[in-house]
């Protein structure tokens, strides 16, 4: 794998012209709107055209790594070529949170794979992540999820909070606690039919005025022994393998496209004004510009650092929090610093007609904090870098006893 | 290609720490700072044999690099260099040996980069008369000599690093026309003066270099004009990156090892949460400083497309986060740090230098952005 990628040769030029033909003609002409973020359809309709697209594209061979079954890998600049055009078309085109794909690839058994990854390549199956709960956020090895053995059946009962795709998922990768013991060591990682009996989806409004998460309650909902994911006991070893898998490549597929957040901010300042002047000319603004730019193409070499420390096996417990919270606090200064250059004009946001850019860089500013504080909140990102990256004493534990806060 | 350095990389690391805890410690560098002079020819000499200035030298003139990446080579000595605030030239001599390398004439290769190879000689690199990389910041003029064929250079040069051991300058100047172009002025030259600075780094020393008439024959001009500034500026920021990162590391490390043994309030300072995330942060600064250094060399010395935006990129973030570690070490350090006797002033006031040297973080900020407006359409 490149890390440092090199520049496609132009004999790919036709793939991708090929690609460009094939999206404009089968992507979806959704009602909704794709934002910042990883951010849900709101609608059945629109769910059924996306899973026609991504079915379209996976007949007609266009096909992503992730969710091979084999470990047969695909041409790695039509791979580069696929995540740039498909990513560049502005609708969905992985359905539901992938994040389960590392669980099975490293956890899962042979039946499970050949059962699963398929009808995920082909959208036919929207998975869900089922880990946090109202009482276990940072301290996600507190969980509380209950999943008790009932002849050869799991019975669970308790409730998620956070789950991005559940009102649409097929399926859910729950973390259930199964052992009589607190912490890490009593969680199991399940593979959650939705449809079943007993599991109660309610979508979440958040502070952007969208809905991309749910609540999903569980009322004594039946899953088969057979759908665990590793053995009882290991679903926080299975978390943090997927959680690590998906944190690895974060960053590392780099900017291009007119789109990274220095061309973006510059765009901006040659249309907005300061001090009666194109806000370009201003020295403040180009030293913030430059300041964000920098921190934008170093945020891609730590993702093509931790890429390269992957592969030689040499990853340590820091890489990932680091470049979690490089990402997530970045993001937010750029929307901040977007919103400054609008001025007065920030106020008019999507739907309104002076909105810039129908309101991208807002929704974008509010959006941002659910970076600084999903998967792992950036406060316990920092934990994670001082006890296990420094070997810092750890924080005294209350009662409740428990593990490490690894993955979430 | 991928983004670690090699296994002969690594060897050259230790090799070379293994090399400096003998021979120039940063106990013995401390030693050194209240002398006129801080440079010691000697371990320069064998420290140019395990290749501290052949990297950018052709083999034909006994240089010679690790890895197919010399730049990338570089970065692993800088980086040693500065864990210990070294205070040999290893900048200059590497920016006035990749310019010769690069844009000298057979003559100039065979005249000066031997001898820099070998390490028994030295190089300064005269860039302007503030310090800055500002083009009109040039206060050295160079005119024609009528039918000699030869230049006569008058005007100044300042904050020009290890110029009191050089044998040889690289000086950039101004023709008759406003032009910008670069001359190699031997030393000692009739009309070349300098004065040693009393200076913020007392682990180096800069001078003002004077020129009163110094001529030197057309063979000494150096081809390309303004390129060959640029391309030594790229250099001095990828080399002095690399040092700032050296050292910003073995401050975060002392600190750290500080926090886990400095008892307070019973227990050590290092378990309290507020502590602890400080030092998260500097875990980030320092991992950021490496990759922005290290992807800045391999860029650049391998003519990427982006080579001009990672170098402006280290140049933006490597010196500034360097100062503000540095201050971070200082007062977690408490009043220890404030000390005379502790190190943590010599590495605040290498960096507070490594700072403004060969163009600031706005400076280079500035780059950055005019460089991405090129990229922008409208």
Known sequence: ?????????????????????????????????????????????????????????HEAGYRLDRFSVSSERGDPHEQRILEQELGAAG??????????????????????????????????????QLFSEPDAGSDLTSLQTRATMVDDEYVVVGQKVWSTWAQWADYGYLLARTEPVEGAGGITAFILDMRSPGVDVRPLREMTGTTDFNEVFFDEVRIPAANIIGAPGEGWRVAGASLAEERTGVGSAGGGGGNDPGQRLVRLARRTRRQGRPAIEDGAVRQQIGDLAARSRIQRHLGQRIATKAMRGQIT???????????????????????????????????????????????????????????????????????????????????????????? | MDFGFSEDQELLRATTRRFLTAHQSLA??????????????????????????????????????????????????????????????????????????????????????????????????????????????????????????GWALDGVARYVQAAQNASVLLVVATGPDGSVCQVLVPRPSAGLSERT???????????????????????????????TVDHC????????????????????????DYLKKRVQFGRTIGSFQAIKHRLADLVLQVEAMRVAAHYAALAFGDGLDDAAEAVATAGS???????????????????????????VHLFTRRAKVNQVLYGDGAWHRERLVRLIEHTVEG
């Open chain 1, 1 to 57: 794998m490149d890390v440092i990628v090199p520049p496609i040769p132009e004999a790919y030029d036709e793939y991708r012209a090929t690609l460009q033909a094939f999206i404009s003609a089968h992507k979806p002409a959704l009602t909704w709107k794709q934002r910042t973020g990883v951010r849900v359809p709101d609608s059945a309709a629109d769910i059924a055209l996306l899973r026609r697209y991504v079915r379209d594209l």
């Open chain 1, 91 to 128: 609708v969905p085109y992985i359905l539901g949170n992938p994040l389960v794909a590392g669980a099975l690839r490293y956890f899962g058994t042979d039946e499970q794979r050949a059962a699963y990854f398929p009808p995920m390549a082909r959208g036919e199956h929207i998975w869900t």
């Open chain 1, 317 to 408: 417990p820091a890489d990932a929090p680091i470049a979690k919270i490089w990402f997530s606090e970045l993001n937010l200064q750029t929307t901040e610093a977007a919103l400054a250059l609008l001025g007065p004009r920030s106020m008019a946001v999507e739907g309104d007609e002076l909105a810039e850019e129908d309101g991208r860089w807002q929704d974008a500013f509010l959006y941002a904090r659910a970076w600084t504080i999903a998967g792992g909140s950036n406060e316990i990102m920092r934990n994670l870098i001082a006890e296990r990256g420094l070997g810092l004493p750890r924080e005294p534990r209350g009662q409740a006893q428990s593990e490490s806060p690894s993955p979430s």
């Open chain 2, 28 to 149: 013995d560098v401390r030693l050194s700072v209240e002398e006129p002079d801080v440079f010691d020819p000697a371990v320069w000499r064998q420290g140019a044999e395990l290749g501290w200035t052949a990297m950018l030298i052709p083999p034909e003139c006994e240089g010679g690099s690790v890895t197919a990446q010399p730049l990338v080579d570089l970065v692993v000595l800088g980086e040693e260099l500065g864990r210990t605030l070294n205070p040999g030239p290893f900048v200059p001599c590497n920016v006035v040996a990749g310019a010769i390398a690069r844009f000298g004439t057979p003559a100039q290769v065979e005249r000066y980069l031997p001898g820099l190879a070998r390490g028994e000689v030295t190089a300064a690199w005269c860039l302007s008369g503030d310090g800055t990389p500002e083009p009109g910041a040039v206060e050295v003029r160079a005119r024609p000599l009528g039918d000699t064929e």
């Open chain 2, 197 to 227: 600075l009393t200076g913020l780094d007392v682990t180096r020393r800069f001078a003002e270099v004077r020129f009163e008439g110094v001529t030197v024959p057309a063979a000494n001009l150096l081809a390309g004009g303004q390129d």
């Open chain 2, 233 to 256: 500026i790229s250099l001095a920021t990828v080399l002095q990156s690399a040092e700032s990162v050296g050292a910003a590391e073995l401050m975060f490390e002392a600190t750290v």
């Open chain 2, 317 to 343: 973030y490597v010196d500034d986060t360097f100062a503000c570690i540095c201050g971070e070490a200082l007062q977690l350090h408490g009043g220890i740090g404030f000390t005379w006797e502790h190190d």
